[in-house]
């Protein structure tokens, strides 16, 4: 059977970026639109109280998801390594260790959900009409993150060896799956917030096993080879390498935002309401960028295997010119369409309406660049073996900006949330300006030589 995997050290780049990105962010899409179905449908049935629970729980689950996709990111890098080198032994250990690695931080991630999900609610100032639905879809997300850790193993292996067409249709199956079971389950038998959380966690393991055996059957090099105890964790040491600062810089960017949605929820659920859906839509216009950055990580990881310095150079600035082009189209857009949107996404009334077109005007202007930017760098960093680099930058867009200027913003000087807007709006400046200093210095291309 004819694969797939793709040799990233020879050939075109702009034609290899583009076959390799386009469906990474076609399965982005289709990730994304069942994880908004939950806010849509449960919005429709339930209202402003519905899109609280939903909004604020589902920031919960992007954080597993984040933590899930960070920490098996080093199966990109090390198998994307061993493959530009040649070693298929190492390859198959590797996937070995990341299973190995994504099975032991499901348990964890589902043992923390369950007993802390109460206390975190609480602290983020959930509004009371929403609490109970917000635990309970974070407690059901939690118990099945095993599907979600399984899945994004797969899929970074898949990656890694150059696949990313594969993991489009296990999403789209998946997509289907959650958006039908989404209406069957809320508004069918009326089971509301738990009933979409159910739908996620369904959707999920239907994917985790097309993904598994789809990688399993499809790539004999990727197959998974426990070997020694010592060949297995020393492996696992490599994953980590890259995985421990990625999974770090993925939560820490994920936790901002959760913590900048609890001061939000303190101005009310209008307030809250505008912003979940905000958020939703910005998030929907970064995805390109994203997708980007997955073939980036991919692309230079190879080459960096490879000792091919010059060539992870020029994937560098063919993604950032591609990226910065599709998200100012994409932004402007979203301009345009701004109250189109939020309608769209599930606002209920002209005052919720008209603060999430607030929230789009400020979020989704000039920054977007520094965010298509900042993507291409720290994906770069990940995969030219500099991952600390990458988790510095979402240190600063993080917690310094988001969060911490958000707070002086928005609290301290009394600008309110519109002043929350603006902190998140200029959160990728230094980051960017960090990443591209990283690049320019050029001393990663002296250790790849």
């Keep these: 059977m004819k694969t797939k995997e793709q040799d990233f050290t020879r050939g075109s780049v702009i034609k290899q970026l583009a076959a390799f990105t386009l469906p990474l962010f076609a399965a982005n899409i289709l990730q994304y639109c069942y994880q908004a179905a939950d806010m849509i449908i449960v919005g429709q049935v339930m209202g402003n ?49 990341v299973f190995a690695l994504a099975a032991a931080c499901s348990l964890v991630v589902a043992a923390g959900g369950l007993a802390f999900a109460p206390l975190l609610f609480a602290a983020l100032n959930v509004p009371a009409s929403s609490f109970g639905d917000a635990v309970s879809y ?46 069957a389950f809320v508004m069918g038998l009326g089971w509301g917030v738990a009933g979409a959380a159910c739908a996620t966690v369904i959707a999920q393991a239907l994917s985790c096993v097309l993904a ?80 980007i950055g997955q073939a980036v990580t991919a692309m230079t990881s190879q080459n960096a295997g490879a000792r091919k310095p010059g060539r992870m150079r020029e994937v560098v600035l063919a993604s950032c010119g591609v990226s910065v082009a599709v998200i100012a189209v994409i932004a402007i857009a979203t301009q345009v369409f701004a109250c189109d949107l939020a309608w769209l996404f599930g606002a209920s009334d002209a005052a919720t309406v008209e603060i999430a077109v607030l929230y789009l005007r400020i979020t989704c202007s000039f920054n977007a660049v520094f965010y298509a930017l900042m993507y291409c760098f720290d994906s770069f960093a990940l995969g030219s073996g500099a991952p600390r680099l990458a988790l510095v930058n979402s240190l600063f867009d993080a917690v310094v900006i988001r969060f911490g200027l958000a707070w002086l913003l928005g609290w301290v000087l009394g600008f309110g949330f519109a002043g929350i807007y603006v902190a998140q709006a200029l959160s990728p400046v230094i980051p960017t300006l960090i990443g591209v200093t990283y690049f320019v210095r050029g001393t990663w291309a002296k250790e790849a030589r």
């Design 212 to 291: 598994a055996r789809y990688l399993i059957g499809r790539y004999p090099s990727a197959r998974p080879r426990f070997e020694s105890v010592r060949v297995l964790f020393s492996e696992l040491a490599a994953v980590l390498e890259v995985g421990i600062p990625s999974a770090f810089q993925m939560v820490v960017v994920n936790v901002s935002y959760l913590l900048v949605t609890g001061m939000l929820n303190a101005y009310g659920t209008e307030v809250a309401a505008a912003s979940g859906i905000g958020l939703k839509i910005s998030t929907l216009s970064g995805l390109p960028c994203w997708a």
């Design 138 to 183: 974070t407690a059901i997300v939690c118990s099945g993150s095993v599907f979600t850790f399984g899945y994004n193993a797969a899929c970074s292996l898949l990656r890694g060896v150059g696949d990313s067409r594969g993991p489009l249709a296990f999403v789209a199956a998946a997509t289907v799956a959650n958006i039908v079971l989404d209406l």
């Design 49 to 97: 109280t519905g899109i609280v629970a939903i909004g604020t729980a589902s920031m919960i689950s992007f954080c597993v998801n984040a933590f899930a996709i960070g920490v098996t990111a080093g199966g990109t890098v090390a198998i994307a390594k061993r493959r530009g080198a040649g070693d298929e032994a190492g390859q198959r250990t590797a996937s070995a260790a």
